[in-house]
């Protein structure tokens, strides 16, 4: 028997009144757990164990699958997205998390990061797409990706005298513009201001919660949105329905 602390990224019904839980947990990662009785409103473990909540959880580790004894809630999130727009952000970042986040292994910080993002969405203090570049980046760093966005991959230059610098997110390459041209890069490119690299860079190196402590034009936000959008997307690979779900939410506004 383990007690752990976790958060519910995925339920699924089974049966009448059982349910399977994909759960972050703090000391095992993304684990499923089977939880009996889940679905009855009458269970003390039913709150406990909905999307988005977190929660305290007795595990019983069973010889080929985890049970949830006993549940109590810390904090429900779920609650607090009463709106369509950070509900959708709170789906793509559970479904990212289960993707992501390894299985059977020590996750404080991933569970740390995606508790903070979920807590700033509830309180809305930033705006959500500053939220969601913020997660897609720290995501990468914890899972040991880095975006090379020091200087120029071919000549080494900092910065470019008109602003711009040209970032390719599949080779994880950034380019000056003069480099970008020259080595006919610049289809592959995302034009990417001065304003966004130096938040990207801020945001790689803030303490966990300091994360979101920055502040950007809207024409720097909106470069360094696409730009961890599509550095997430690049180096992962896949594809994900809530993001879709995210962005027709977001075009409604
Ligand atoms: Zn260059």
């Not at 995606?114 to 570049?133: D, E, F, M, R």
Request: hydrophobic content about 40%; overall charge neutral; aromatic content about 12%.
């Amino acid at each position: 028997m383990m007690t752990t602390e976790g958060l519910i990224l995925k339920e699924q019904s089974v049966g009448e009144s059982d349910k399977i839980v994909t759960v972050l947990t703090k000391t095992h990662g993304v684990i499923r757990c089977f939880s009996r009785r889940a679905k009855k409103l009458s269970s003390a473990v039913s709150s406990a164990c909905q999307m988005m909540t977190y929660s305290r959880l007795d595990i019983y580790e069973g010889r080929d699958k985890y049970i949830i004894n006993n549940a109590q809630v810390i904090k429900s999130f779920f609650e607090a997205f009463a709106d369509l727009d950070r509900l959708s952000l709170g789906y793509y970042i559970c479904e990212t998390a289960i993707k992501m986040i390894p299985e059977n292994m020590p996750s404080e910080d991933y569970l740390q990061l995606v508790l903070n993002c979920l807590y700033a969405i509830s309180v809305k203090t930033k705006p959500l797409y500053q939220i969601k570049a913020v997660y897609e980046l720290r995501m990468m760093l914890l899972s040991g990706v880095c975006p090379n966005i020091l200087f120029c991959s071919e000549c080494g230059a900092y910065e470019s005298d008109n602003g711009q610098m040209y970032f390719d997110p599949y080779e994880n390459a950034m380019y000056c513009p003069h480099c970008c041209f020259r080595t006919g890069n610049a289809p592959k490119c995302l034009a990417v201001s001065m304003g966004c690299i130096t938040a990207v860079r801020f945001c790689m190196t803030a303490e966990p919660k300091k994360i979101l402590s920055f502040t950007l034009s809207p024409a720097s936000m909106q470069d360094m949105e696409k730009f961890c959008e599509r550095f997430f997307l690049a180096q992962n690979d896949f594809y994900c329905p809530t993001l879709d779900f995210y962005k027709s939410v977001k075009e409604l506004n």
